[in-house]
């Protein structure tokens, strides 16, 4: 690689409309094009409109293998990339968003404890999901607003970090999606592609393990279509010299037993310190870390992977690099004990299985927007998130239920909201008389090959 953004700021007979237009009628453009129109961008010498339809052209028409690589090479040379002292190796996960996935909260201090250092940048809630970074700030005080230099000092003192996206990586991606999302130009493969590889490839990991999450919960409907980015996301990472491997994993359904900041907290805390996890919950975590101790050589094999994932939990370390990671990013790391300092709800409502039935679905989007409702997600960019909000769901998908057992526990904050998440929870879900065959949460494991 190597083609940074300034070889390129020669381009003085860059005609933008040209390129616009070949890219519209299904042409390619070279790498040094990619780079010429953009550097033009941001010196001012081509405008947001252009830059917009040409979006669109790549909306309809797609970009080849070499004209994605192009596109998130000239993103991550639109900022900083990271690099690491000698050492343990680096690695981090990416998910592509679904409802009730703290998977990241467990995986990071997990992976930390087997010797894999995690510098881990996550971003907020987007659309129906919550994000990472708000279901950590549930604990007090626990900063997320880290630099290079912080990162370098936790990996060394605990193992791995949590951090928001700054504009030091990948600045050109944090224009183009914000002219995406005003533009319909958001559910195209390679712009994802080329968005999120930019960030996670700009972290400087030696691996990279990708959950691309497929279901009416997820940004990408159907199996196939999530196997489709996948592959295309591990492609751009192994051409960057990033091992990526990528997990299908099922966002039909809720993952876990929580959906709501602090609750998800709680529940993450629960299964480093050993209690009893919801199985689905647990596979994802475990197929995750499990691939990225194999990708950057920590484990030798699947099954090594997963005896020192098993000795990491037992034993608790991974609750200790949880424990030391809130007190080295400024929480109360009393809360690894004693759960209940975490903000919590002024009122609960619970809500009684109508009559004893299978729990055959309860979809995950409609529970998303539930949460906004509540007052635990964002309609606006920039909006606070109540973390004491949520829901616990003690069944799982496919489960029995009696009549008049508890089904869901509504966390809010007042009377009303929890009467509106109430009639909500009551018309989604869907109960069966017969028993339900329940998919296993991971379906596919994809590697390079
Ligand atoms: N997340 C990102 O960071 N970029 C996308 O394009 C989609 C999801």
């Given at each position: 690689?190597?083609?940074?953004?300034?070889v390129?700021?020669?381009a003085?007979?860059?005609?933008?409309?040209?390129?616009?237009?070949?890219?519209?009628?299904?042409?390619?453009?070279?790498?040094?094009?990619?780079?010429?129109?953009?550097?033009?961008?941001?010196?001012?010498?081509?405008?947001?409109?252009?830059?917009?339809?040409?979006?669109?052209?790549i909306?309809?028409?797609?970009?080849?293998?070499?004209?994605?690589?192009?596109?998130?090479?000239?993103?991550?040379?639109?900022?900083?990339?990271?690099?690491?002292?000698?050492?343990?190796?680096?690695?981090?996960?990416?998910?592509?968003?679904?409802?009730?996935?703290?998977?990241?909260?467990?995986?990071?201090?997990?992976?930390?404890?087997?010797?894999?250092?995690v510098?881990?940048v996550?971003?907020?809630?987007?659309?129906?999901t919550?994000?990472?970074?708000?279901k950590m700030?549930?604990?007090?005080?626990?900063?997320?607003?880290?630099?290079?230099?912080?990162?370098?000092?936790?990996?060394?003192?605990?193992?791995?970090?949590?951090?928001?996206?700054?504009?030091s990586?990948?600045?050109?991606?944090?224009?183009l999606?914000?002219?995406?999302?005003?533009?319909?130009?958001?559910?195209?493969?390679p712009?994802?592609?080329a968005?999120?590889?930019?960030?996670?490839i700009?972290?400087?990991?030696?691996?990279?393990?990708?959950?691309?999450?497929?279901g009416n919960?997820?940004?990408?409907?159907?199996?196939?279509?999530?196997?489709?980015?996948?592959?295309?996301?591990?492609?751009?990472?192994?051409?960057?010299?990033?091992?990526?491997?990528?997990?299908?994993?099922?966002?039909?359904?809720?993952?876990g037993r929580?959906?709501g900041?602090?609750?998800e907290?709680?529940?993450?805390?629960a299964?480093?310190?050993?209690?009893?996890?919801?199985e689905?919950?647990?596979?994802?975590?475990v197929?995750?870390?499990?691939?990225?101790?194999?990708?950057?050589?920590?484990?030798?094999?699947?099954?090594?992977?997963?005896?020192?994932?098993?000795?990491?939990?037992?034993?608790?370390?991974?609750?200790?690099?949880?424990?030391?990671?809130?007190?080295?990013?400024?929480?109360?790391?009393?809360?690894?004990?004693?759960?209940?300092?975490?903000?919590?709800?002024?009122?609960?409502r619970?809500l009684?299985?109508?009559?004893?039935?299978?729990?055959?679905?309860?979809?995950?989007?409609?529970?998303?927007?539930?949460?906004?409702?509540?007052?635990?997600g964002?309609?606006?960019?920039?909006?606070?998130?109540?973390p004491r909000?949520g829901?616990?769901?003690?069944?799982?998908?496919?489960?029995?239920?009696?009549?008049?057992?508890?089904?869901?526990?509504?966390?809010?904050?007042?009377?009303?909201?929890?009467?509106?998440?109430?009639?909500?929870?009551?018309?989604?879900?869907?109960?069966?008389?017969?028993?339900?065959?329940?998919?296993?949460?991971?379906?596919?494991?994809?590697?390079?090959?």
């Open positions: 690689m190597g083609t940074g953004l300034n390129w700021r020669v003085a007979d860059l005609i933008p409309a040209e390129l616009i237009i070949r890219k519209r009628n299904g042409g390619s453009l070279a790498p040094s094009e990619w780079a010429a129109f953009f550097s033009a961008y941001a010196r001012g010498e081509v405008a947001e409109y252009q830059v917009a339809a040409l979006l669109m052209a909306y309809f028409q797609g970009l080849s293998e070499d004209e994605t690589r192009a596109l998130t090479e000239v993103m991550i040379d639109s900022g900083e990339r990271w690099s690491w002292d000698p050492g343990s190796p680096v690695g981090d996960k990416h998910s592509t968003g679904g409802v009730g996935d703290k998977v990241s909260l467990v995986l990071a201090p997990l992976a930390a404890a087997c010797g894999v250092r510098p881990m996550s971003g907020r809630g987007l659309g129906h919550a994000g990472t970074l708000d700030e549930s604990i007090p005080n626990y900063r997320t607003a880290l630099n290079k230099h912080d990162f370098d000092r936790l990996l060394r003192e605990v193992g791995y970090g949590m951090g928001g996206q700054t504009g990586f990948a600045p050109l991606d944090r224009e999606y914000a002219l995406r999302d005003v533009t319909g130009t958001i559910e195209s493969v712009l994802i592609t968005s999120i590889m930019s960030k996670k700009a972290e400087g990991p030696d691996g990279l393990v990708l959950d691309v999450k497929w919960g997820a940004f990408m409907h159907t199996r196939e279509e999530a196997e489709h980015l996948a592959r295309n996301m591990i492609g751009t990472g192994r051409a960057f010299g990033v091992k990526t491997e990528a997990v299908l994993t099922d966002m039909e359904s809720p993952l929580t959906v900041h602090a609750l907290l709680r529940e993450a805390i299964m480093l310190r050993g209690e009893t996890t919801e689905r919950f647990s596979d994802v975590v197929a995750l870390t499990a691939s990225l101790l194999v990708l950057t050589g920590v484990a030798g094999d699947e099954s090594a992977a997963r005896q020192r994932i098993a000795a990491a939990l037992d034993g608790g370390d991974a609750l200790e690099r949880f424990r030391a990671n809130v007190a080295a990013q400024e929480g109360d790391p009393r809360v690894v004990d004693d759960p209940s300092l975490l903000p919590g709800a002024d009122r609960t619970t009684q299985a109508p009559r004893t039935a299978y729990l055959r679905e309860l979809p995950a989007r409609a529970v998303g927007l539930a949460l906004i409702e509540l007052g635990g964002r309609r606006t960019k920039g909006e606070t998130v109540d909000v829901f616990e769901f003690p069944r799982s998908i496919g489960e029995q239920v009696e009549r008049g057992e508890p089904w869901a526990i509504i966390h809010a904050a007042k009377e009303s909201d929890a009467d509106a998440a109430q009639a909500t929870l009551e018309s989604i879900v869907y109960w069966s008389d017969a028993p339900v065959n329940v998919a296993p949460v991971v379906t596919t494991r994809l590697t390079a090959d």
